[in-house]
């Protein structure tokens, strides 16, 4: 074992909308890195998670869904996805297999169908790059291993994937030979980051993340896609605690209510499941201060931008 050289590298993780990649990503750390919801397009930019299999070092890149992307804020998203892509040793793209046999069979939903479509739109995009990625097919849990066959089977011809594995990263079987494999793909080299490290994303980041999801949350119906979160201040108190402040941001003067709640009851849901996880992130006493923003141009707000590592400029 100890004469085996040790590994290091890029692995990332591509697909659809809601294909299931921030969730395959916390499972293959074996922690919280990248922020889960039922929503699509949850993940904004991409997240770096830090697996360890054996004596290899995998740095998974956890991307936001490749989609048609409209929005100035869409278009950045998908770049930065691509990019992830274009900069890893290893490009597992991650399909939701319940979605694609939906959209396959008649009894697909609007869902489904765009899940598909963003599916073949990606198949395109690796055609183009003449590259080979590993394909996983996510939610095995949800299908028949029987219907599994003939849908691998017309994906694999294609000709733009290398080899398959059938997960299910909510549950956590095939993930395993998943990672072994991503391992043996790694080159040699020293690790990339220190041993105990899981995550590469600046804690400031992370917790506004966090709130992110618990809005996501309690309001995704209401509030769709339209609210951006910002740490405004990070301190470290004489006593050890954290003390965060953090603005979110919505578009139109119509959202702040939604926020706010009855009585500002949502708000302070949302600030109490934050708080709460937070504390157990860093470890200590968390004051946290949540105010909210009506900025219609957020969307448009260069520094944002730029605060996520997304090109502003993305085509
Ligand atoms: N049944 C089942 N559900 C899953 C599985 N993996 C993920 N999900 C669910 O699928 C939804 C989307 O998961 P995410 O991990 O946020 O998906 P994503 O690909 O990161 O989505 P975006 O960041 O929006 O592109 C969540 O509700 C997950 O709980 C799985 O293996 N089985
Ligand atoms: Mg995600």
């Not at 290091?8 to 916390?26: M, R």
């Not at 017309?154 to 594995?165: C, K, N, Q, R």
């Not at 520094?303 to 090109?311: E, H, I, K, T």
Request: proline residues 4%; hydrophobic residues 40%.
């Amino acid at each position: 074992m100890t004469d085996q050289p040790t590994r290091a590298g890029f692995a990332a993780i591509i697909g659809a909308p809601n294909a299931g990649k921030s969730t395959l990503t916390n499972r293959m750390v074996g922690t919280k890195v990248s922020i889960v919801t039922k929503k699509v397009q949850t993940t904004r930019f991409p997240v770096r998670g830090v697996a360890i299999e054996g004596r290899a070092q995998i740095v998974l890149v956890d991307t936001p869904g490749i989609f048609k992307p409209r929005r100035r804020l869409d278009r950045a998203m998908v770049r930065s996805a691509w990019g992830g892509a274009e900069d890893a040793d290893a490009v597992v793209h991650l399909v939701d297999a319940a979605a694609e046999l939906a959209a396959r069979g008649k009894d697909g939903t609007g869902a489904d169908r765009r899940s598909h479509e963003d599916t073949e739109s990606i198949i395109a995009g690796l055609k183009a790059a003449g590259s080979r990625a590993i394909l996983a097919l996510n939610k095995v849990d949800l299908v028949k291993r029987e219907e599994l066959l003939a849908l691998t089977q017309a994906l694999f011809d294609t000709g733009v994937y290398s080899e398959v594995f059938m997960v299910s990263a909510e549950k956590g079987s095939g993930v395993k030979d998943l990672l072994a494999r991503l391992g043996a793909m790694m080159p040699e080299g020293p690790w990339l980051y220190p041993e105990d490290q899981s995550a590469d994303v600046p804690v400031r980041v992370l917790a506004a993340e966090i709130t992110r999801e618990k809005i996501y949350l309690r309001v995704h119906e209401e509030l769709p896609y339209a609210a951006a979160v910002e740490t405004t201040a990070f301190d470290e108190k004489p006593d050890g605690s954290a003390r965060i402040e953090q603005t979110i941001y919505v578009e139109r003067d119509s959202q702040r209510p939604i926020v706010l709640g009855k009585g500002g009851q949502t708000l302070k849901w949302i600030g109490q499941k934050a708080r709460e996880e937070l504390t157990e992130l860093l470890d200590r006493k968390v004051h946290l201060f949540l105010h909210v923003k009506v900025n219609e141009k957020w969307t448009e707000d260069r520094a944002l931008y730029a605060q996520f590592g997304l090109d502003f400029d993305a085509q």
